[in-house]
Each structure stands twice: as C-alpha cells, then as structure tokens.
C-alpha cells in the first residue's frame, strides 16, 4: 500500500503562501528528506529573509531566523559549534544571490558542512516583485519596467555555475519543482545534499527553480510553463559538481 | 583580552583583520583550537556577527573583535543579537573616525557603543577599561554578565589599549554570577519541543510591544545591578575630573598631581559606560562647584555626565577627535585655570 | 483500492493538481472552501490510479492519496 500524505515534520498550520507558490513544494520535499534520514531531532534549520521568513512556522524542529542574507554566516556558527547536528539553510534569490553572496560563496568555499536550499524564482517576492539578481533579461519587475537589461541591470547571476569553480564545494545541482518528474528529481538531489552532510563531505547545494505566480503576474498553469519555458533555459537543470 | 575570553570558557572567535586589533584574532588563530574551540576568520565583520549569532544560538561562550569602522558594519548582527537575547562578547579597540579615519587612538564610538549602535531600541552592556589588567579581568567579567543577562556586552576600548604592553597577572576565570542552563540555545529538539529563536515578531497582539517592554525591564534590571567606577578623592573636592578609558587614567595622574599641590580635586572614572554609573556622579558632584571630561572626542560622554548630574555643576569639556589624546600636562594646566576661576562665576556662565 | 482524500480547507485553488493529472480525472469545484476557494475533486470517483502526481504538485500538502501499488511517495 503507497501512502501519500503530509510528513510529521510538516505542522499542520496552513501556509502563508500564495497559491500555486513552489515554496510549499520545496518545503515539502526538504521535511520528507529529514523525515525519510531519521534526523529531526539533531536538524537545526535557518530561515531566510523574504518569503521564507516563517518557515519555523512550517518546520517541526529548531529553526534560526537570520538577518537577510547571513543564513550561511549563521549556519557556519551553529554547525561549528555543534559538527554532529545537521544543519541547513533555506534561502531565496535575494537573501543567497544579492544581499547575502559574500556569505554564501565564502561558506562555500571554507567547505561548511551544510546543506543549502537555494530557491530561486527570479523575483522578489516577498516586498512585491522587485527586479531580483535571477531575474532574466527581458523581465519585467516592478523595477525593471521595461524588462530587466536595459539599464545597467547585468544579466542574471548563475549561482551553481558561480559557485562549481570554488574548491571548497562538494555538491551543486540546480533542479526545479514545475512538474512531477522535476519535483521527484528535486527529493533526489536535496536528499543527496542532507546525505552528503550527514556523512561530512562539505557544502552542498540543491537549486530549485520555482513557480512565483502573483509577482510575475500568471496563473499557477502559466507559472509552470514560465519556469518550464523561460527560466530553464537560462538556468540548464543539471548537476554542477559532485564529488 | 584574547586569553582572558579563552581562560573564562570562550570557544568560538570570528574575526576580521582590522588595526588595531589584528593580535586579538592572530593569538585566537592558534591559542583557540589549543583550547579546543574554534577560530575562523571570517570574510566581513558582516559575516564574523553573524557567525557569533549561530555559535551563540547553539550554546558556545563566544566573541568577536574589531575597530571602529568594522563595528559599524557590525551593527545589523548587534541588533539581531540584542533582540534575539542571545550571549556574546564583543570588543572595539576604537580607532580615528568618521570615516576609514585613522588608526590613531580614539573614543570617538562613545555614542554608538552606549546608545544601542544598530536600529532598535535596545542597550549592550558596555566596559572601558583603562589598564591591561582590568581588560583582562573585565574580558571575564564580560561573559558573565553575557550569559546571566542574555545580552551582547560590549568592550570599549581603543588603540592605545589594543596596542599597549604592561605587565599582567593572568588569573585564573572566577566566575561572578551564577549562570542558568541555556535553555534557549538550539541543540536538535531531542527529547523536547522544537525551538526558534527569531526576532520577527508579527503577532498582531502587540507582541512586538511586549517583546519591547520585556527587554526594556531587563535593561533595567540591568541597570540597577551593575555600575561600576572607580573613585579617587572626591569627598572634598572642588572641581572633579571625568574621563574614560585610557583618557581617565590620564587625567588620574594629572589629578594626582594637582593633589601633591594642593588642588581640592578628584576624579571618577567609569568602567560600565551602559549603565552608566549615575549614582556615584550625583555623589561625586555634592560636594564640588565644578566637573571637567576629558575625551578623545568632540564630547560625547560629557552628555551622560550632564544627565547624571542634572548639570548642578558647570561641566567643560576637554577633548579632540581624530587621533588626539591628552597629555598630563595639559589636563593639569586646565585644572589650574578651572580651580582659579570662582565657582559661583562659573556656575552663572553655563546657567 | 485507490483512496484519494482532499483537505480542502487547506486548498488554496491554485489548480496544479488538475493541471498534472495524467487521467484528467480532477477539477476545480462549484463550492468554495471555508477561505473562499475552489478546490479539487474528483471526476470520475474511481478513476484515480493513485500515481500520487497531484500529491507531488501539491504546494499546501492539500491531497492525501492511499494506492495499491507498492512505490511509496517519491523515496529514491
């Protein structure tokens, strides 16, 4: 008998999410992962600034809420002090790519023993649909009217690619969760990425490309399709280092 | 200072390079993991803040270190530390400033330390020692207070301080207070309910009221439990003299010297800044016509002495920013013009 | 016996379920929830082949579904 059905680590509080929002996937997957590895009880998670921010009010285990951008600088502290707990963070485009990138690739390349979830959705989400360092050329955000590239802007900042060239890193993959096969592939890599700290190999992202609906102005169907069509060509699903 | 935080049970340092406080990491680099603890230098002082709010949030006695500039950019984790309640010692060996300044000695960060630095409405305790030996002694004290209060506590120091060498007699960690078991601190939730330690707070009851209300009752707690300054002959004094810090040992020798010629001064020096030791200025002040400070500023303390003293005295002030610090000399040479000049004209002058 | 189980008052309507059922089997309700909002149901009440496809899209962990068949939820 298959069972599908929420995993204890989930609470049952309603999330704040938009609907059609790929967060709740993404959270889905990471709390099965920990579930399915035996680990609540020695997880300690970090929440981001941005859309993210309430996760503790999702995550049946200890969570950290961090300053927007220092989840790896904080994840650093916590899984230094204590090296047998398993610790993890969950970061948007901003918070990871933006305000937070010296945290982030600097992490990475000391070879933290963390795991990272990078969820990126080319926007921001949380202050409204701002202009987001994912955001593609030609998007339209509430700061780039005319579609991001025309002035100034650069193009979008490709953080597995980015970060494979760093020494310190084990494990990059960039998946997304915008049909079944992807989400299924998502569990595998995010799971791999909690493996790979459990058994002290280093730092270990899992980029998930993800459906924001209500900032890019699209139904959820059409959101899958913007990922499917737009954003994956930009940013090719694909392991990007492992070893 | 390094081996004092090591020998009161501090196990995790970040740090950034900065003059002049660059031998606090480099003695941390090999004296920490000898301890057993962990050092990392970190990329920013952005970074190092937030790697003491993990270490703290997972249980370690912790510290960082840096000079003026490097605090500013300190100040997001501060607020973050301070809201969230979590344990740290952090220390400034103030240097030159606005700006990249100098690293010439300075206290130009009086205000920035005692007045809560970063956003928010929220105190650190602050220290300044004067000699290497208090350093030493207030390094310990510090992770007490850190612990018992859940509080960020702050060592102002400044270049003359983080450069020095005079001898120390490295005692052994005594504790001062008697610390609750750390049942904040994230562990995995074996055994007991999952933990968040956050610092948003949207509860639409007024919970960010509340959360405000309840640090404001322990900063007074704070308040009424730890004031601490040393005093030098003020019973019958008639000017006394204030400086902080380096700059109050200064001035001590100068009084000292006004003493030997018979000038009815004294002297009081603050060694918590945050709280500040207000009694002991209102007690100082009862009996003299005047106060000077003397800061290696454009007069910043001089404005808790004021509130302290509710200006009954004239109080001037002596002092530049920028890399200056006074002399003996000149302090001594102010005290004499001030001790000549009658009180009562004095007094009608600032009121 | 495929069993397919809606919480509906978790639903925010957002139609993914629908969207990605391979047997076209699910739509969006007439009646709304307790928030306001149309939430799956079942076309045909025994076509559900308990893939779990809906279950994975979900994002309000909404959809509960019991199969037969021996593949359990995504585990790799």
Redesign the interface.
């Known amino acids: 008998?298959?069972?599908?059905?929420?995993t204890p680590i989930?609470k049952d509080q309603?999330?704040h999410?938009?609907?059609?929002?790929?967060?709740?996937?993404a959270h889905?997957?990471v709390a099965?992962v920990i579930d399915?590895l035996g680990i609540?009880?020695?997880?300690?998670g970090t929440?981001p600034v941005g859309c993210a921010?309430?996760l503790?009010n999702y995550?049946?285990?200890?969570?950290?809420?961090?300053?927007h951008g220092?989840s790896p600088?904080?994840?650093?502290?916590?899984?230094?002090?204590?090296p047998d707990?398993?610790v993890f963070t969950y970061q948007g485009d901003g918070d990871l790519a933006a305000i937070g990138t010296?945290?982030t690739?600097?992490a990475a390349n000391?070879g933290e023993n963390i795991t990272v979830i990078f969820v990126n959705n080319a926007i921001y989400g949380m202050t409204g649909g701002q202009m987001a360092p994912t955001t593609m050329l030609g998007q339209v955000t509430t700061t780039t009217q005319h579609g991001r590239g025309g002035q100034g802007e650069g193009p979008p900042i490709k953080v597995c690619e980015l970060l494979s060239t760093l020494g310190g890193v084990c494990y990059l993959e960039r998946t997304a969760v915008s049909?079944?096969k992807d989400?299924?592939n998502a569990?595998?890599a995010i799971?791999k990425a909690f493996q790979n700290q459990i058994d002290g190999k280093g730092f270990s992202l899992v980029e998930v490309l993800s459906m924001c609906?209500t900032d890019w102005k699209l139904?959820?169907?059409q959101s899958?399709d913007f990922v499917n069509e737009k954003m994956k060509p930009v940013f090719p699903l694909g392991v990007y280092k492992d070893q | 200072m390094a081996e004092a935080a090591i020998q009161a049970g501090c196990r995790f340092f970040a740090g950034y390079p900065i003059t002049p406080q660059n031998e606090v990491p480099e003695y941390m680099s090999w004296r920490m993991p000898q301890a057993g603890g962990v050092f990392i230098q970190a990329e920013s002082e952005v970074a190092a803040i937030n790697m003491i709010f993990g270490a703290s949030a997972a249980g370690a006695r912790c510290m960082t270190s840096s000079s003026s500039p490097g605090i500013s950019l300190k100040q997001e984790g501060i607020s973050y530390i301070a809201a969230a309640e979590l344990p740290c010692v952090i220390a400034n060996m103030q240097r030159g400033g606005p700006g990249l300044g100098n690293i010439r000695a300075s206290q130009g960060d009086y205000f920035q330390a005692v007045k809560s630095g970063g956003h928010g409405d929220y105190h650190l305790i602050v220290v300044a020692p004067a000699t290497l030996q208090e350093l030493y002694t207030l390094t310990m004290n510090a992770f007490d207070w850190a612990d018992y209060y859940r509080n960020p506590v702050m060592i102002l120091g400044d270049g003359i301080l983080g450069q020095m060498a005079e001898p120390v007699e490295i005692l052994p960690y005594q504790p001062i207070l008697e610390i609750p078991e750390k049942d904040y601190i994230l562990t995995g939730c074996r055994g007991r309910l999952s933990r968040v330690i956050k610092t948003l707070i949207l509860d639409p009851a007024d919970g960010l009221v509340r959360h405000n209300e309840h640090l404001q009752e322990k900063y007074k707690r704070i308040e009424s439990e730890i004031s601490l300054c040393e005093e030098y002959q003020t019973a019958d004094a008639e000017l006394v003299v204030t400086g902080f810090g380096v700059t109050g040992r200064i001035a001590k020798a100068a009084v000292r010297k006004a003493r030997k010629k018979g000038l009815a001064v004294g002297w009081i020096r603050p060694i918590t800044l945050w709280p500040f030791p207000k009694q002991a200025y209102q007690e100082a002040v009862r009996a003299a016509s005047k106060m000077l400070v003397v800061e290696m500023n454009h007069g910043q303390m001089i404005e808790d002495v004021k509130l302290a003293t509710e200006c009954a005295v004239p109080t001037e002030f002596m002092g530049k920013g920028g890399g200056w610090y006074p002399d003996e000399k000149s302090i001594l040479d102010k005290i004499e013009s001030m001790i000549k000049q009658p009180a009562a004209a004095a007094k009608g002058r600032v009121s | 016996m495929t069993k397919i189980r809606f919480e509906t008052h978790r639903c925010k309507g957002c139609g993914l379920c629908v969207l990605f059922c391979p047997r076209k089997n699910l739509r969006l309700s007439d009646s709304l929830n307790e928030q306001g909002l149309s939430y799956p149901e079942e076309i045909d009440p025994d076509g559900c082949t308990g893939c779990g496809l809906c279950f994975r899209m979900c994002p309000d962990t909404a959809i509960e579904v019991q199969s037969p068949k021996k593949d359990n939820q995504d585990k790799q």
Not at chain 1, 1 to 6: C, D, S
Not at chain 1, 40 to 44: C, F, P, S
Not at chain 1, 73 to 82: E, P, S
């Open positions: 008998m298959a069972v599908f059905k929420r989930l309603l999330t999410y938009c609907p059609g929002c790929g967060h709740g996937i889905r997957l099965e399915e609540r009880e020695r997880t300690i929440a921010v309430l503790y995550f049946n285990c200890d969570v950290i809420e961090c300053a220092r600088a904080v994840a650093t502290g916590i899984k230094r002090v204590q707990k398993i010296a945290e690739i600097h000391r049909t079944p989400v299924m569990k595998r799971k609906p139904s959820p169907a899958v």
